[in-house]
């Protein structure tokens, strides 16, 4: 198990994690694109255009330009997809696609930091119709994604309303910290990707997680810890051990267990009281 957390209490802390290839072992939008097809909203060539984006993703060769290509294509791909149908399609799919290829190490982590204290956020460049589910199924406090322009006929417009993206990653988890009380000299972030620099930067406990070569660089000339995920497993088949439930029911776990000892308690005295009389 990972030993990289420290236990603080107040003021308020989170942990601020990238999706793609930190948490999960691929690119979350571009690993709908069967289910996309099966659904009807993209056809044989686009399947294959994502596949191979997929692979260069994977290969580590998605450099920023690549990237920004790469986001225009999908903004075009997804205009006039209705907002419903690929909420739908995502929710039916969602543990076969993205549960077996979560990091257990990461997710781990994630359960590390719950039992610290902390809030867990998923930062991602990726659509928030996609970030928004994953993050529930990991136990996320917060999804910070991209959001794409809905027109009134509740479908995709094409255009991006917010991108989450490099600086602007940065800048959301200021903007959480503000609302929040995050103390950020005391929080944590991690990601595989170089244009991941202002969001690492932006907390005092940087992680670089999987990195690619220009972060592994930065990693190392600044001291920053460098983590190996490669672990992918399907939750529901993690170790007993590192399976931690949600915050709420460690909560009423522990009123029971006092509710109980108390009982327990009352019970002895009252026994102890009826043997001295």
């Known amino acids: 198990m990972l030993r990289v ?6 003021p308020r802390t989170a942990a ?20 996309f097809y099966q659904g009807g909203l993209i056809n044989r060539r686009a399947v294959l255009r994502t596949a191979y984006a997929q692979f260069v993703f994977l290969a580590g060769g998605s450099d920023h330009e690549q990237i920004e290509r790469m986001r ?14 690929v909420k739908e399609i995502v929710a039916e799919t969602l543990h076969d696609i993205i549960d077996p290829i979560i990091y257990d190490e990461a997710a781990s982590l994630i359960e590390e930091h719950h039992i610290a204290g902390r809030d867990v956020v998923i930062v991602s460049t990726s659509g928030a119709e996609v970030v928004e589910p994953i993050g529930e199924l ?4 917060r999804v910070v994604a991209t959001r794409m322009v809905v027109g009134d006929d509740g479908c995709f417009t094409g255009e991006v309303e917010y991108y989450a993206y490099g600086p602007t990653k940065a800048e959301a988890i200021l903007e959480l ?22 969001m690492l930067e932006s907390v005092g406990n940087p992680h670089a997680v999987n990195p690619d070569r220009t972060l592994r ?5 600044r ?8 672990r992918p497993v399907r939750l529901k088949q993690r170790l007993p051990a590192f399976s931690v439930p949600p915050r709420p029911a460690l ?22 009281r009826v043997a001295t009389a």
């Open 5 to 10: 957390v420290e236990n603080h209490s107040m």
């Open 16 to 35: 601020f994690f990238d999706l793609d290839k930190t948490v999960i072992a691929k690119s979350s939008t571009l690993t709908f694109s069967k289910s």
């Open 72 to 85: 225009a294509y999908l903004s075009a791909l997804c205009r006039g997809w209705n907002v419903q149908q």
């Open 138 to 141: 990991l136990g996320a406090d």
């Open 177 to 198: 910290a503000e609302s929040e009380g995050y103390d950020l000299s005391r929080c944590y972030a991690y990601s595989d990707s170089a244009t991941d620099l202002p």
């Open 217 to 221: 660089r930065e990693a190392l000339a």
């Open 223 to 230: 001291g920053w810890p460098i983590l190996d995920f490669h």
């Open 251 to 272: 909560v009423a776990a522990a009123a029971i267990g006092a509710a109980a000892a108390t009982a327990g308690l009352v019970w002895y005295a009252n026994r102890r």
